[in-house]
């Protein structure tokens, strides 16, 4: 069965810190989808990055980094550098081939303070 | 921009009333919609997945006589949450897919019932 956990409930950090937020996921599925999303206190869903499971290449995008390591199941974000804005909820997601489904992780709260 | 509209955004309604929710797809043709509900503080849970021209698929546990579901049109599905009680209280998204592509949501709807 599809699972998707993210262990850090909450965190807090100071601007300025660099901070990862942990994505580990169980899946049978030899092709898959992982996803992150922001939701800030507004609620809406704020989609980051997609990596398929046969691209397990790092990706960077300014501020943001993903490390997706399949040997230990895990899609791994950080924020460099983190402000303030960076502060909302992340979702981690698992969704099988066809994106029929999505399974989501409890989500990380990060507080970034000034 | 938003490509998937959710209306309304907020909606308080008494005890017992029916709340209509719409979700469209703006500039693309969804033959799938899907469904989240979001308790505070809690990770998104798929409700149902809404395909155009035929019945809902709901999850194990969602009453589909509680929580209905018309996609009417490949732009258009709506959730209606007949009788609603406060425990209904939620934050509700929905998602559209199209062909090969993330998922995108839309700004979800809190509702409480008082």
């Known amino acids: 069965a599809q699972k998707v956990t993210q262990a850090q409930t909450e965190i807090s950090v100071v601007e300025k810190e660099d901070v990862t937020l942990d994505c580990v996921y169980e899946?049978?599925?030899?092709?898959?989808?992982l996803f992150w999303y922001k939701q800030p206190p507004s609620g809406e869903l704020v989609f980051l990055i997609r990596?398929?499971?046969?691209?397990?290449q790092n990706e960077i995008s300014g501020r943001y980094s993903w490390n997706f390591q399949k040997s230990t199941s895990s899609f791994n974000f950080t924020i460099t550098a983190s402000q303030v804005v960076d502060s909302a909820v992340y979702f981690c997601a698992l969704s099988e081939n066809n994106f029929n489904k999505f399974y989501f992780g409890s989500g990380t709260k990060l507080n970034v303070k000034p | 921009g938003a490509v998937v509209s959710q209306h309304p955004s907020r909606v308080i309604c008494k005890s017992g009333t029916s709340v209509k929710i719409e979700c469209r797809s703006l500039d693309f043709q969804a033959t799938t919609m899907f469904w989240y509900r979001q308790f505070p503080k809690q990770s998104l849970m798929l409700m149902a997945t809404s395909n155009e021209g035929s019945k809902a698929t709901y999850e194990q546990g969602v009453e589909k006589d509680k929580f209905l579901i018309n996609h009417a049109s490949l732009t258009l599905s709506t959730l209606t949450v007949t009788s609603a009680h406060p425990e209904d209280s939620s934050f509700y998204i929905c998602s559209a897919r199209n062909t090969n592509a993330p998922l995108h949501f839309g700004n979800g709807t809190r509702l409480t019932v008082t």
């Open positions: 899946t049978r599925d030899t092709t898959y989808y």
């Open positions: 990596r398929n499971s046969f691209d397990e």
